[in-house]
Protein backbone atom coordinates (compact mmCIF):
# COMPACT_ATOMS: atom_id res chain seq x y z
CA UNK A 1 0.00 0.00 0.00
CA UNK A 2 2.70 2.84 1.21
CA UNK A 3 4.27 2.13 -2.52
CA UNK A 4 1.30 2.77 -4.68
CA UNK A 5 0.37 5.54 -2.45
CA UNK A 6 3.62 7.06 -3.14
CA UNK A 7 3.53 6.56 -6.89
CA UNK A 8 -0.22 8.46 -6.60
CA UNK A 9 1.10 10.82 -4.78
CA UNK A 10 4.28 11.36 -6.54
CA UNK A 11 2.76 11.17 -9.91
CA UNK A 12 -0.17 14.03 -9.01
CA UNK A 13 2.66 16.10 -7.03
CA UNK A 14 4.91 16.25 -10.42
CA UNK A 15 1.65 17.27 -12.99
CA UNK A 16 1.02 19.87 -10.70
CA UNK A 17 4.27 21.10 -10.11
CA UNK A 18 5.49 20.55 -13.30
CA UNK A 19 5.29 24.44 -14.20
CA UNK A 20 6.82 25.57 -10.81
CA UNK A 21 9.41 23.08 -11.06
CA UNK A 22 10.89 25.01 -14.33
CA UNK A 23 10.48 28.48 -12.91
CA UNK A 24 12.79 27.52 -10.16
CA UNK A 25 15.21 25.55 -12.18
CA UNK A 26 15.41 28.11 -14.57
CA UNK A 27 15.89 31.26 -11.34
CA UNK A 28 18.41 28.73 -10.01
CA UNK A 29 20.21 28.41 -13.41
CA UNK A 30 20.41 32.69 -13.93
CA UNK A 31 21.42 33.93 -10.29
CA UNK A 32 24.44 31.43 -9.84
CA UNK A 33 27.13 29.60 -12.13
CA UNK A 34 26.57 25.96 -12.16
CA UNK A 35 23.45 24.00 -13.11
CA UNK A 36 20.13 23.93 -11.71
CA UNK A 37 20.39 20.45 -9.96
CA UNK A 38 22.96 19.18 -8.10
CA UNK A 39 23.15 15.55 -8.28
CA UNK A 40 24.29 13.57 -4.64
CA UNK A 41 25.95 10.15 -4.08
CA UNK A 42 23.00 8.79 -1.26
CA UNK A 43 22.45 5.82 0.64
CA UNK A 44 19.37 4.31 0.13
CA UNK A 45 17.83 0.55 1.10
CA UNK A 46 20.32 -2.07 2.43
CA UNK A 47 22.78 0.42 2.27
CA UNK A 48 22.83 0.59 -1.82
CA UNK A 49 23.89 4.28 -3.00
CA UNK A 50 22.01 5.82 -5.46
CA UNK A 51 21.70 9.24 -6.88
CA UNK A 52 19.39 12.18 -5.55
CA UNK A 53 18.88 15.40 -6.87
CA UNK A 54 18.13 18.53 -4.94
CA UNK A 55 17.66 22.12 -6.34
CA UNK A 56 20.99 23.39 -6.31
CA UNK A 57 21.32 25.82 -3.07
CA UNK A 58 24.93 25.95 -2.37
CA UNK A 59 27.95 27.44 -4.90
CA UNK A 60 29.72 25.34 -7.27
CA UNK A 61 33.27 24.93 -5.13
CA UNK A 62 31.17 23.72 -1.92
CA UNK A 63 33.15 20.64 -0.47
CA UNK A 64 30.59 17.54 -0.70
CA UNK A 65 30.17 17.44 3.63
CA UNK A 66 26.59 17.29 4.82
CA UNK A 67 25.95 20.98 5.99
CA UNK A 68 26.40 20.92 9.36
CA UNK A 69 29.97 19.94 8.51
CA UNK A 70 30.93 23.22 6.80
CA UNK A 71 32.73 25.78 9.04
CA UNK A 72 30.17 29.07 8.06
CA UNK A 73 28.42 27.18 5.86
CA UNK A 74 25.90 30.59 5.30
CA UNK A 75 29.15 31.64 3.08
CA UNK A 76 28.44 28.83 0.64
CA UNK A 77 24.39 29.38 -0.26
CA UNK A 78 23.52 31.04 -3.37
CA UNK A 79 21.51 34.09 -3.41
CA UNK A 80 18.15 32.08 -3.99
CA UNK A 81 19.95 28.96 -1.86
CA UNK A 82 19.02 30.47 1.90
CA UNK A 83 14.81 30.61 0.48
CA UNK A 84 15.10 27.28 -1.39
CA UNK A 85 16.12 25.59 1.89
CA UNK A 86 13.90 27.44 4.46
CA UNK A 87 10.45 26.41 2.29
CA UNK A 88 12.03 22.73 1.61
CA UNK A 89 12.02 23.35 -1.73
CA UNK A 90 15.44 22.41 -3.19
CA UNK A 91 13.73 19.12 -2.54
CA UNK A 92 11.34 19.12 -4.50
CA UNK A 93 13.29 17.33 -7.72
CA UNK A 94 13.63 14.30 -5.52
CA UNK A 95 9.85 12.99 -6.65
CA UNK A 96 12.07 11.64 -9.45
CA UNK A 97 13.34 9.23 -6.45
CA UNK A 98 10.20 8.50 -5.49
CA UNK A 99 9.04 6.97 -8.66
CA UNK A 100 11.51 5.39 -9.15
CA UNK A 101 11.37 3.35 -5.57
CA UNK A 102 14.74 4.85 -4.42
CA UNK A 103 12.53 7.20 -1.92
CA UNK A 104 9.56 7.25 0.08
CA UNK A 105 7.68 9.85 0.96
CA UNK A 106 8.34 8.91 4.37
CA UNK A 107 11.29 7.33 6.01
CA UNK A 108 14.76 8.12 7.20
CA UNK A 109 16.32 10.60 5.45
CA UNK A 110 18.86 8.92 2.76
CA UNK A 111 22.50 9.95 4.29
CA UNK A 112 25.42 11.22 2.21
CA UNK A 113 27.66 8.00 0.33
CA UNK A 114 30.80 9.49 3.26
CA UNK A 115 28.49 10.04 6.53
CA UNK A 116 30.19 7.02 8.10
CA UNK A 117 29.16 7.58 11.37
CA UNK A 118 25.08 7.64 10.63
CA UNK A 119 25.69 4.86 8.28
CA UNK A 120 27.26 2.43 10.67
CA UNK A 121 24.40 3.29 13.64
CA UNK A 122 21.55 3.13 10.80
CA UNK A 123 22.93 -0.58 9.96
CA UNK A 124 23.38 -1.66 13.53
CA UNK A 125 20.07 -0.31 14.36
CA UNK A 126 18.32 -1.82 11.40
CA UNK A 127 17.19 0.77 9.89
CA UNK A 128 19.32 0.36 6.73
CA UNK A 129 16.58 -2.27 5.78
CA UNK A 130 13.99 1.15 5.22
CA UNK A 131 13.04 2.48 2.01
CA UNK A 132 14.55 6.64 2.84
CA UNK A 133 11.88 9.38 2.75
CA UNK A 134 11.64 13.08 1.64
CA UNK A 135 10.64 13.37 5.10
CA UNK A 136 10.56 11.12 8.63
CA UNK A 137 9.73 11.43 12.13
CA UNK A 138 13.35 12.93 12.65
CA UNK A 139 12.41 15.38 10.61
CA UNK A 140 9.41 16.60 12.49
CA UNK A 141 11.32 15.92 15.23
CA UNK A 142 13.98 18.37 15.17
CA UNK A 143 15.43 17.87 11.65
CA UNK A 144 18.81 19.84 11.24
CA UNK A 145 18.98 20.90 15.04
CA UNK A 146 19.03 16.94 16.17
CA UNK A 147 22.67 14.84 16.75
CA UNK A 148 23.03 11.78 14.76
CA UNK A 149 22.53 9.52 17.67
CA UNK A 150 19.18 11.36 18.60
CA UNK A 151 18.38 11.26 14.56
CA UNK A 152 19.22 7.64 14.31
CA UNK A 153 17.04 6.88 17.40
CA UNK A 154 14.12 8.42 15.92
CA UNK A 155 14.58 6.36 12.88
CA UNK A 156 14.64 3.43 14.74
CA UNK A 157 11.57 4.93 16.38
CA UNK A 158 9.39 4.72 12.97
CA UNK A 159 10.94 1.27 12.00
CA UNK A 160 9.16 0.05 15.14
CA UNK A 161 5.59 1.80 14.56
CA UNK A 162 5.43 2.72 11.06
CA UNK A 163 1.84 2.26 9.61
CA UNK A 164 0.31 4.19 6.90
CA UNK A 165 -1.36 6.29 9.51
CA UNK A 166 1.48 7.36 10.89
CA UNK A 167 2.76 8.21 7.62
CA UNK A 168 -0.19 10.60 6.93
CA UNK A 169 0.63 12.00 9.98
CA UNK A 170 4.49 13.10 9.65
CA UNK A 171 3.40 13.89 6.46
CA UNK A 172 0.79 16.39 7.90
CA UNK A 173 3.54 17.77 10.44
CA UNK A 174 5.88 18.41 7.96
CA UNK A 175 3.63 20.78 5.78
CA UNK A 176 3.13 22.34 8.92
CA UNK A 177 6.90 22.58 10.05
CA UNK A 178 8.09 23.73 6.39
CA UNK A 179 5.01 26.76 6.99
CA UNK A 180 6.48 28.00 10.60
CA UNK A 181 10.29 26.89 8.85
CA UNK A 182 11.03 25.25 11.99
CA UNK A 183 14.69 23.21 12.72
CA UNK A 184 16.26 24.66 9.64
CA UNK A 185 19.76 25.53 10.51
CA UNK A 186 21.38 25.92 6.57
Not at 35 to 57: C, E, H, I, Q
Not at 75 to 80: D, Q, S, V
Request: proline fraction near 6%.
Amino acid sequence: MKRAFDLVLASVLAALLAAPLLVIAILVKLSSRGPALYWSDRVGVDNKLFKMPKFRTMRMETPALATHLLKDPDRFLTPLGRLLRMYSLDELPQLYNILRGELSFVGPRPALYNQDDLIALRTKKGVYKLVPGLTGWAQINGRDELPIPVKVDHDEQYLRNRSFLLDLRIIALTFLKVARREGVCH
